[in-house]
């Protein structure tokens, strides 16, 4: 994660269901906690790094992108709790799957910064809003920051450079994670007990570290090749998530 800019929540799903055995209901909302915890070191520390000045005249965008992914990962929060098991375990193989794709693409094609729209602060709050309702589907539904998303919109579609588009995902996602996590929280949907609270504890712990050293290692490490590879890893627990869907049929 820390490598390619990504929280790692797309990989830590995976784990959570089939490295340690949670079922999806209870592996999302965990998910989720241990992005919010990587989250909000990931800010601390780039805020020591990175001027967040830069982020100030994509307000705009980052406010609509706010406005949807926080009603959408309210919705989306919601949609885990009612959707019966089979149809989550689908919807997240569908989406893993997406993501996957979307890194190899990146991985052969490397985003290019530009900006598509008008001058218009309104129009850049409305596409936002409309980019944000995605986001927030999607980090509710697999306990993710959503930075897979924002980031490529922000440089694609808001021209923002990758700097400022990293720290103003990672401000993006601390709202949009913070709501679905407490939509579940309400919902009484979060496990309990000393095992979770071990495992996300261990799992935060080890996001930390690996984002520290995977961000040390930028300037040496194979992105294009990681990012095929992991593409990759998250097709091949997409597959196996959809297999897992038709044996529980």
């Known amino acids: 994660g820390g490598l390619i800019g990504l929280g790692g929540g797309e990989f830590r799903l995976p784990v959570l269901m089939y490295g340690i055995g949670f079922d999806a209901r209870s592996a999302v909302p965990l998910n989720l906690l241990t992005s919010l915890i990587t989250l909000a070191f990931a800010l601390a520390v780039r805020s020591r790094a990175v001027s967040l000045a830069s982020v100030v005249p994509h307000l705009p965008e980052m406010i609509g992108l706010l406005a949807g992914g926080t009603a959408s990962a309210f919705y989306g929060a919601h949609l885990v709790s009612r959707l019966r098991d089979s149809h989550l375990v689908r919807l997240i193989a569908a989406l893993l799957a997406s993501l996957g794709l979307l890194m190899i693409v990146e991985a052969f094609l490397p985003f290019q910064s530009g900006d598509l ?3 218009s602060a309104t129009a850049h709050f409305i596409v936002g809003a409309g980019i944000g309702i995605a986001v927030g589907l999607v980090s509710s539904v697999l306990g993710v920051a959503g930075g ?3 980031i490529p919109a922000l ?6 450079d990758i700097k400022t588009a990293g720290s103003a995902s990672i401000l993006i996602s601390l709202g949009v994670v913070s709501t679905g996590l407490w939509r579940f929280w309400r919902a009484d949907a979060i496990p309990r007990g000393r095992g979770p609270q071990r495992i996300t504890t261990a799992m935060a712990l080890g996001s930390i570290v690996g984002a520290t050293l995977g961000g040390l290692a930028v300037a040496c490490a ?4 990681l990012k095929m590879l992991l593409g990759c890893v998250l097709l091949a627990a997409a597959a196996k998530t959809a297999l897992a869907a038709r044996g529980s049929n």
């Open 222 to 225: 194979p992105v294009t090749f």
């Open 117 to 119: 729209l008008p001058a």
């Open 155 to 160: 440089i694609l579609i808001f021209g923002a």
């Open 148 to 150: 897979e998303l924002l």
